[in-house]
Structures are given as structure tokens and as C-alpha cells.
Nanobody, 123 residues
């Protein structure tokens, strides 16, 4: 059983900052890619940022230069530092982990999702 627990969302004024965290727990053999998606009301879920096990990162154009994704492999935790927030960043943010669960290191990895955390940018 794998569980992802997110934290750090909330209400912030435009130009402010928030830091999201997502901790994975349970029977985990290996975590490959980790990332953050977001979904605003009436819109499709979109990739915000992702980071591979080797540390390579990928960002949506709309957040480049403002958001930074990082991971702590010892804690099975991924972070999303969000600076210079804009009202259009308002959404529910979901973390995902592409990981191998159980005890078999040769098992195929699967995607696991957090429950989502609300980020609201408003004055």
C-alpha cells in the first residue's frame, strides 16, 4: 500500500510564495519520476513540473522562472517552491509518483496520485 500526502496549499496574494510538499509512504522499492499537476475549474489537468530520479527537471512554460521542483530521495518527498504567484496559478495541485511498489525491484512501475491541495492566489 502506497500513500501520497500533500501539504502546503492555501491562500496567498499575487506576488506571494508557497511551498508544496508531497511525501510518499508505504512499501516502495524505487521512485522514478515525480511531478506536480494542477487543475483549475473548468480546465483540464496540466503538468506543472516534473523531476526524474537523476534530477532532470521539466516545467510548463507558464511557470518557468517562478516555480522550482526538487526532491529528497531519503524522505521520498517532492517539493514545489512557487514564487511570484499569479491569479492564474489558482488550482488544485496534485503530486504524482511513478514508482515501483512492493518488494520486487523488477516489477513494473505505476503511477500514484495525491489527494490534491488547493492553491488560491487572490487579493
Amino acid at each position: 500500500q502506497v500513500q501520497l500526502v500533500e501539504s502546503g496549499g492555501g491562500l496567498v496574494q499575487p506576488g506571494g510564495s508557497l511551498r508544496l510538499s508531497c511525501a510518499a509512504s508505504g512499501s516502495i522499492v524505487r521512485i522514478n519520476a515525480i511531478g506536480w499537476y494542477r487543475q483549475a475549474p473548468g480546465k483540464q489537468r496540466e503538468l506543472v513540473a516534473a523531476i526524474t530520479s537523476g534530477g532532470s527537471t521539466n516545467y510548463a512554460d507558464s511557470v518557468k522562472g517562478r516555480f522550482t521542483i526538487s526532491r529528497d530521495n531519503a524522505k521520498n518527498t517532492v517539493y514545489l517552491q512557487m514564487n511570484s504567484l499569479k491569479p492564474e496559478d489558482t488550482a488544485v495541485y496534485y503530486c504524482y509518483n511513478h514508482l515501483v511498489a512492493g518488494t520486487n525491484p523488477f516489477a513494473r512501475p505505476s503511477d500514484y496520485w495525491g489527494q490534491g491541495t488547493q492553491v488560491t492566489v487572490s487579493s
